[in-house]
C-alpha cells in the first residue's frame, strides 16, 4: 500500500467516526421538522367501557396511536365495568358511556340507535313506544294486544348493567319494570340469534348490529316505532325515539393524550371510523372540544 492509498484510508475512517455522532443528531432534528407539533405524545392513558361500543374504540385507538406517533392507548373493556366511576378513581383516563357526570367533561362522539327485533314471519312491522313499554314491562303478555297475532310474548332482555338496556327502560319509562319472566342475552348477536327462528320473541339492539343481521340474511325485521323507521338518518335527525348517546369522559386535569384522544375522536378520520357502526355526532357542538354537564343523559 502506498502513502496516498494510507492517508485515504485514514480519511475514510475519520470520516465514518465523525458520521457516526453526525447521523442521530441529523435524524432528531429532521424528526422535529417532519412530525407535526401534536403528534408527539409520550403519555400512556387507559379507555374504559362496558358496552357495544369496543370495537370502535378498537379500531380509533389504533388510528389515534398512528397519528400521534409516541402516545399508547391501552383499553379495559368488559361488560361488568363501570367504566365513569374509573375515570373518578384514576383506574381509568377516559370513559366510553351513554350517560353524563357532574364531575367529569363529556363530549359526544356519536348515537347509537336501538332497534326493536322481532322474527321475520311476525306479521307486525310497527309499534308505538306505549306498546313497547307495556310489552318490555309485562302489562301485556300477547302479541293480538300490540296488533299481532294471538300467540305469546317472549321477551329477550338485554344485561341489566348494559348502557342499552339503562337507555330502552329510560326512554320507555320502564327502569326497574321487567318482568322475572323475560330472557337475558349477554350480547346483541345473541339476542338476534334467539329472536331469528322464533315468531314468539321480540328483543333490541344496537342499529348497526341489527342492520348487519338483516344484510346477511338472519330471518328477522326490525320494527317502525311511532311511524319512524330505524335507519341512520332518522337517528341523526332525532325523529326515531330509541337512540343513545356515546360520549367520552375525562377530568379536568386528564394528561394531554387524553385530551388529545378525545380532540382526534370528534376529526373527520374519527367519524369515517364511527359511521361503519355508528351514528357519528352532529349538532351545535361538533367542535372537537368537551363541554361541562350537570344533566344525566340515558
Not at 12 to 21: K, N, P, S, T, V
Not at 186 to 213: C, E, F, H, K, P
Request: charge should be negative; aromatic fraction near 6%; include cysteine.
Amino acid at each position: 500500500m502506498n502513502i496516498v492509498e494510507v492517508r485515504a484510508t485514514d480519511m475514510e475512517r475519520a470520516l465514518r467516526r465523525g458520521h457516526a455522532g453526525i447521523v442521530p443528531c441529523v435524524l432528531v432534528a429532521l424528526a422535529f421538522l417532519v412530525w407535526p407539533a401534536d403528534a408527539a405524545l409520550s403519555a400512556a392513558i387507559t379507555i374504559a367501557g362496558s358496552g357495544q361500543e369496543l370495537r370502535m374504540v378498537e379500531r380509533l385507538t389504533r388510528a389515534f396511536e398512528k397519528k400521534h406517533l409516541g402516545a399508547v392507548a391501552e383499553i379495559r373493556w368488559d361488560p361488568s365495568f363501570h367504566p365513569i366511576q374509573m375515570v373518578k378513581s384514576d383506574e381509568a383516563d377516559v370513559a366510553v358511556a351513554g350517560q353524563t357526570d357532574p364531575d367529569l367533561l363529556a363530549t359526544p362522539i356519536a348515537w347509537d340507535g336501538i332497534a326493536v327485533v322481532v322474527d321475520f314471519t311476525n306479521p307486525l312491522r310497527e309499534i308505538t313506544s306505549l306498546q313497547l313499554a307495556a310489552m318490555f314491562s309485562g302489562a301485556v303478555t300477547r302479541w293480538s294486544d300490540v296488533g299481532g297475532i294471538d300467540t305469546r310474548i317472549e321477551l329477550i332482555n338485554g344485561p341489566s348493567d348494559q348502557p342499552i338496556r339503562g337507555t330502552f327502560e329510560t326512554v320507555l319509562g320502564i327502569v326497574g319494570k321487567s318482568p322475572h319472566s323475560a330472557h337475558v342475552s349477554r350480547s346483541d348477536q345473541r339476542a338476534i340469534s334467539r329472536v331469528a327462528g322464533n315468531g314468539s320473541a321480540v328483543t333490541y339492539a344496537s342499529l348497526g348490529v341489527a342492520l348487519d343481521a338483516v344484510t346477511y340474511g338472519v330471518g328477522v325485521a326490525l320494527l317502525s316505532v311511532d311511524h319512524v323507521e330505524p335507519a341512520k338518518q332518522t337517528v341523526r335527525d332525532g325523529r326515531y325515539p330509541l337512540r343513545r348517546p356515546i360520549l367520552l369522559l375525562r377530568k379536568d386535569e386528564s394528561n394531554s393524550t387524553a385530551a388529545s384522544f378525545v380532540d382526534f375522536a370528534r376529526s373527520k378520520e374519527a367519524k369515517d371510523i364511527i359511521e361503519e357502526m355508528f351514528v357519528s355526532h352532529s349538532g351545535p357542538d361538533t367542535e372537537p372540544r368537551a363541554v361541562r354537564s350537570s344533566m344525566r343523559e340515558k
